[in-house]
């Protein structure tokens, strides 16, 4: 078992969510990670304290490099290192650069993966998450990219390092796209969406931007990620980064606040696998109280100033 | 830009009807429900056919690849202002590699500018055709694209990140896969539907492209299976009381 884990970084650590890869990783035997990106030498002392890892190579770079340029590179990685796995989490960059290399090596990715069952069989969903299908990838050399909300970041332990080693990056492909400007999300120092612990998401019945924006008092006092159902960010109540659902971000909090979102199948894609979820509608009949553990039937700004109070009143627990 | 566009256009089946697993959990109960083109699909549809509008394209096609019954989503791709369509007919549905090879195929044949496609189909959610069918090409990519600006020689392409979004200068040709944001497709009038009759529709096999006979799926599906149910929860009486059941119950506060 030859097992490359593929962690994107960003300012000197690993992207956030990028560490769920490792976690997924950690049945598959021993790995060699391959950090990349903005700050990834920095980052590569905490990746070389996980467990099982092996090998911590080192693709500094003042970017992502990117897909057009990366894929023939680490395909060909993967054959020099007679790789049989290559993993990343379900983010932006792996995955358009994952499929990419699959395709370079002739062989299919196995994308958003919930569980692994054992070296060549995984699980995934399909349908906005109606089924869990089991695939057997009989091939040498197995693409995952696996879903962040399904997989636990390991944690450092005491251990001798792994050895560190700096690779080159790969030569300038003319034929790609180039970055021309990076829009980021506001710095509001909000919590970021995967990994959080708790998640208040609002939807279409937040009614405007300025009443999504009513939900953030809540998200700041319960130390809480702000999600949005599409129905939000279409209405551009809210960016679109913050969308959960089949077409957003997969999350699976302890404790899940849907507000003012009736539960639509795409949205519950996105969602259902959170401990915890609390439902405000003000329509009874809405399916989100098919799904949720606690409902209220209630006006959303009626509720919102007692569950901030009240949360505000809450004893530490003990 | 006086550019020449290939739309890619899936058969899914309907994002709104709810699937079902066999009985014996070998795969998914299919037969019989309802199809449409994929959401996503329609929005690179919709795109191609405004840049068309706007005057920065010359010829819209649209190609499908997958059994005889994908000729419906080419219609609606063709009522929505597409002027041609091929479909390269197979006996199944194709997997993303498969469907990847048959596209260059059609790529290379058509010699379009621009690729466009929805970013994931919202049946198998794979997400990998518009990478495979670039990577197979050697031709640039841009992923999740929430706007497309024709300029000189080049696209400016911005596309959803994790965490905000980047705008790209994209050479052509080149793959670009929509995402929702893209725009809202129209819907396609009655009038328009009945023009889209009148269109030409080409089938071709996989020999007529130098295509080898399709090979098995390399996904090798074992099982499938519902996901975990979750309860019916509670209603509470106010927020004093959610409050109180996520504490002491739930014990998530």
Known sequence: MSVLVL???DDGRPADGALAALGAAQALGPLQVLACGPGAAAAAAGLALLPQVQRVLVLEAPALPRAEAMAPWLAQQCAARGCTHLVATALAWPRALLPRTAALLDLMAVTEVVKIVDADTF???VHAGAALTTLRVPDALRILTVRASAFEPPQPQVREPAPVEAVA????????ASALQRQLPQADGSVALIGARVVVSGGRGTGSAAGFDQLRPLAQALGAAVGASR???????????RQVGQTGKSVAPELYFALGISGAVQHWAGMKDSKVIVAVNKDPEAPIFQFADYGLVADLFEVLPALQSGIAALPPRS | MNLKILVCAKRVIDPNVKVHVRADGSGLQLDGLRTTLNPFDEVAVEEAVRLREAGHAAEVVVASVGPAACREVLRTALAMGAERALLLELPHEPEPLAAAKCLAALVRRENPDLVLMGKQST???HGQTPAMLAALLGWPQALQASKLEPGDG???????LDQGSE???LPLPAVVSADLRLNEPRYAALPAVMKAKKKPLELLQPQDLGLPAPAPARLHLQRAELPAARGGGRVLA?????LAALRDEARVL
């Open chain 1, 7 to 9: 962690v994107p970084c």
């Open chain 1, 123 to 125: 699980v995934r969903p």
């Open chain 1, 169 to 176: 990056p790969p030569p300038a492909e003319s034929r790609s």
């Open chain 1, 231 to 241: 129905a939000a960010v279409d209405a551009g109540y809210a960016p679109a980064d």
């Open chain 2, 123 to 125: 049946d198998h959610d």
């Open chain 2, 154 to 160: 080049a696209l400016r392409v911005t596309c959803e």
């Open chain 2, 167 to 169: 705008t790209v200068e």
């Open chain 2, 238 to 242: 106010d927020a004093a009381g959610l």
